[in-house]
């Protein structure tokens, strides 16, 4: 296991400089696995098929946040904000974003200029925002970076109005006696990009963290089948990356929905 200093490193490189969504397994300025439900995976696959699992990732997010008009929404973990402007379709009344990267953050702020939308540079263990602030909080496909998950879970809280809903997607070690093999077999959890948090230790720290109705179910199916067959036809068709589908399918990794709401009356 690598430690915290090349761990950071690291993902500055790679959301930094490098820009992640430059790469071919992304496109369309997203960086999500896609969300395949409904893809025909027998035949080839186009770009514009690739983006649309990408927006439908974050369509299932912002359904299952139920985003009214008016609303106040916060992504956390924004990248190049083209989800968090998807997230305007539901009419709300502000959205901002937060990414850890300054050059992520400007490559957001550069993506558009409706005066609803904003982009800040911050921590998801110490967002930048007053108490109550939002209405709806999520997070795509960011939390497996996350160091300290109990934090990013007392601040999603803190920033959160009362009945605040709370709903995000990424991939989570299906418990902990899974983490030696999968750290092993899947590149980037051995390199630290990723690392490999057991989901009920993530809902044991919402939970801890004030918020209710608290819950984690499985879109894997939806996930890693269409992920791995964009990366057979891909540039690189034996690549590491296809040992995310062999970590799934050995019962070692899954891709969630988690989602939250926090109790009226509850405060800060």
Known sequence: MTDLAERTALRRRMYGER?????PVFAGGFI?????????????????????TQEALYDVVLDALDVRPGD?????GCGHGVGARRALRHEPSLVRGLDLEPEQVARATAGGTDPRVAFTTGSACAMPFPDASFDRLLSVEAAQHFEDVA?????????????GRFA???????GAAAVPELVGLVRSFTRGLDLAHP?????AHLRAAGLADVTATSIGEHVWHGLDRWLELGPHPNGWDRAYRRAFDRGLLDYYLVTARKPAGSGT
Do not use: H, I, K, M
């Open 19 to 23: 820009d992640l969504a430059a790469l």
């Open 32 to 52: 999500n696995f896609g969300y395949w439900r409904g893809v025909d995976l027998t035949g080839g696959l186009t770009v514009e098929q690739r983006v649309g």
């Open 151 to 163: 934090g990013f879970a007392r601040e999603s809280a803190r920033v959160l109005a009362d009945s």
């Open 168 to 174: 995000l997607t990424t991939f989570f070690a299906t």
């Open 72 to 76: 106040r929404l916060l992504e956390v």
């Open 199 to 203: 989901v009920d230790d993530v809902l």
